[in-house]
């Protein structure tokens, strides 16, 4: 396993995002316990020491999994991260008792890293608030002990998170960014990486693989991976390009099975960055690819429990994406098709609540609607 420094600790290069576990029946509130054990063990066991977890993973169950399943080792062999929720706005003045009851959950006396979930334009606001006094709070539990490291994650613009810096950012230790060779442009990565740089501040990498997108790969993008390095995965092009880029330090990815986790830390047995014309060969073809793709949702199912008719937006979003990179087809309405009734597209009634906690700020009610039109349902 390669290993970076982060201040006195040494730190796994990849850690075990625990928001994408093995589920039930496709039900990503109910975790299958037994394969995310052993899943945490092997991980454990083969050098991953860092695990991150979140008040809103599964449903809430990933801190309960989380809890349960590394609390059979020794608390001071790995390091735990969890986040207070402010993607939501009805938390904001629940920092303490969410606090608490993550720590309860986790089964821990303390977090090693701890996270302002998901600075975006939906909650700079409320987070800059001083009524709420989470900063306060936190660093107050950070002196206490109760916190080791206090960072922050960030989906919104850079303007947005320049505001964040601008008010917390010296008491920042470091940043989660969705980073990866899809998003270096097309998500303005590439700058906010710039702006950690500048700063001081270590890089923390979520959605690596882009929700799996990542995983796969065709046409000129396959081809010159294939002609550049044969021998390498095509998810090992993804992290590879990450260990190009200068500040990462933490690269967290959220594998559903033992498959992907071995895959990945076979990977992580070496640190071999891209060189001469590998980088910007490797993001010029997905700069193409990605001009032709479609919504750029990575499945993390925040929408799902803001939305009052109960629609599997992730699932629709796919199809939709899809449907649209296709030209048409049958897949699409096929699946739809064999959905409730109430289940699909037609039946979103605008509202947007879903969108207020959209990562990604999809216009996820104007797709449903464009979609319901596409295929009649």
Known sequence: MVYREFQELKLSGLGLGM??????????????????????????????NYF?????????????VAGKYLSRYPRDSYYLASKFPGYDLSNMDKVEEIFERQLEKCRTPYFDFYLFHNVYEGNIDAYLDPQYGILEYLLKQKENGRIRHLGFSAHGSVEVIQRFLDAYGKHMEFCQLQL?????HFQNAQEK?????????????????????LAQASGELAAFMQSARPEETVPGWAFRFLQSVPGVTMVLSG?????????????????????????????????????????PCT????????CPKGLPIPELISLY?????????????????SMPEEKRPANCIGCRGCEQVCPQ????????????AMIGM
Not at 20 to 30: A, K, S, T
Not at 52 to 64: F, I, K, P, V
Not at 193 to 213: C, D, F, S
Not at 261 to 284: H, M, S
Request: proline share 3%.
């Open 193 to 213: 990486v710039a702006l950690m740089n500048k700063a001081g501040i270590p890089v923390w990498v979520m959605e690596p693989l882009r929700g799996g997108k």
């Open 321 to 337: 994406n899809e449907h649209k990179a296709t030209g048409g087809g049958f897949i699409a309405p096929m699946a739809v098709g």
């Open 299 to 306: 499945a993390c199912h925040y929408c799902t429990s803001h």
């Open 52 to 64: 991150d977890t979140a008040w809103g993973y599964h449903d809430g169950n990933s801190e309960l």
């Open 255 to 295: 594998m559903s099975n033992m498959e992907q986790l071995k895959a990945n830390i076979a990977t992580y047995e070496t640190d071999e960055p891209l060189v001469g014309d590998e980088f910007e060969g490797l993001v010029e073809r997905m700069d193409e690819e990605t001009r032709k793709a479609g919504l």
């Open 19 to 48: 928001m994408r576990l093995p589920v039930l029946d496709g039900d990503d509130g109910r975790v299958d316990e037994a394969a995310a054990a052993e899943m945490i063990d092997y991980a454990y066991h083969n050098g991953i």
């Open 180 to 184: 990866n060779y899809m998003d270096w």
């Open 361 to 372: 700020q999809i216009k996820i009610s104007e797709m449903m609607k464009e979609f319901s």
